[in-house]
């Protein structure tokens, strides 16, 4: 089992509870930040950009447990 700490933003924040931050517990030894959002039903054509501990990453980073993931909308407008 791992356990993030997960920030959904905007509109994205539907697919979580009410809490602005959340801890997540995967029942895995490892996981993508893919994985981690098809198991939310986040749909990724929805994400612009994804933070794991401050850094910029992509879907297919590996998540091992402890890491602090703030996914952000895309975001539409003139």
Avoid: H, W
Avoid at 3 to 22: N, S
Avoid at 36 to 54: A, H, Y
């Amino acid at each position: 089992m791992i356990l993030v700490t997960l920030q959904l933003r905007g509109p994205l924040k539907k697919y979580g509870p009410e809490a602005k931050m959340f801890d997540y517990e995967i029942a895995a030894e490892s996981c993508t930040v893919r994985e981690l959002l098809e198991q939310l039903k986040v749909p990724t054509s929805s994400i612009s950009f994804i933070m794991i501990d401050g850094k910029k990453a992509d879907l297919d980073a590996t998540l091992i447990g402890g890491e602090m993931v703030i996914v952000n909308p895309r975001v539409s407008g003139g």
